[in-house]
């Protein structure tokens, strides 16, 4: 069985709106917590490190 992180997990793009079609997509359980538990800091931190690394690995 797989690790509960990649299960699949709803994210609504706007948290106004409820789980109604057009405003929810699939992305990784972890993800998603992630998105939830993180600053808007911690998540440019991610990114900017996501971003060089895969650059760094793809030269």
């Known amino acids: 069985m797989e690790p ?3 299960r699949p ?3 609504r793009t706007d948290n106004r ?3 109604v079609r ?4 699939v ?3 972890r993800a998603n ?4 538990d993180a600053s808007a800091d911690e ?7 996501v971003h060089a690394t895969m650059f760094e690995e793809a030269a």
């Open 4 to 6: 509960k992180s990649h």
């Open 9 to 11: 997990s709803l994210d």
């Open 17 to 19: 709106k409820g789980y």
């Open 22 to 25: 057009g405003n929810v997509r």
């Open 27 to 29: 992305i990784s359980f």
């Open 33 to 36: 917590q992630i998105k939830n």
């Open 43 to 49: 998540l440019r931190a991610l990114a900017e490190y």
